[in-house]
Nanobody, 119 residues
Framework: QVQLVESGGGLVQPGGSLRLSCVAS??????????MGWYRQAPGKQREWVAA???????NYADSVKGRFTISRDKAKNTVYLQMNSLKPEDTAVYYC???????????WGQGTQVTVSS
C-alpha cells in the first residue's frame, strides 16, 4: 500500500491559517488519479471526515469546515493540500490524509499531523 505522509500542522491562534500537505511515497501512485480525503480526530471524539477531492476535481466538505477549508492537489508534486483559514479551537485535532473509494477511507491510518488552535 502507498504511504501518505502528512505535514504542516502546528500551533496557531484562533482566526489564523495553516496549510497541510499530504505527499505520496510512491510515484507510481498519483493523487490526481484517485479520490483523496482529509479526516481528523480530536481527543475523546470519533474520527470524522473533513474534505474530499474526486474525479473532475469535484470537492466536498463537512458542514463544520465549509467556507473555511479548501482541498486541492498538485499532480506534478504528487501532493494533496488542505488550506485551513479562520481556524477555531474546535478545529484542534490530528489530521489524516487518505485514499478514498466509494466515499470511504481505504487502508490503514498513518501518523497524521497535529493541529492545535489556541490563544
Amino acid at each position: 500500500q502507498v504511504q501518505l505522509v502528512e505535514s504542516g500542522g502546528g500551533l496557531v491562534q484562533p482566526g489564523g491559517s495553516l496549510r497541510l500537505s499530504c505527499v505520496a511515497s510512491e510515484t507510481i501512485f498519483n493523487v490526481s488519479f484517485n479520490d483523496m480525503g482529509w479526516y481528523r480526530q480530536a481527543p475523546g471524539k470519533q474520527r470524522e471526515w473533513v474534505a474530499a477531492i474526486k474525479s473532475g476535481d469535484r470537492k466536498n466538505y463537512a458542514d463544520s469546515v465549509k467556507g473555511r477549508f479548501t482541498i486541492s492537489r498538485d499532480k506534478a508534486k504528487n501532493t494533496v493540500y488542505l488550506q485551513m483559514n479562520s481556524l477555531k479551537p474546535e478545529d484542534t485535532a490530528v489530521y489524516y490524509c487518505k485514499t478514498m473509494h466509494y466515499d470511504r477511507p481505504v487502508g490503514s491510518w498513518g501518523q497524521g499531523t497535529q493541529v492545535t488552535v489556541s490563544s
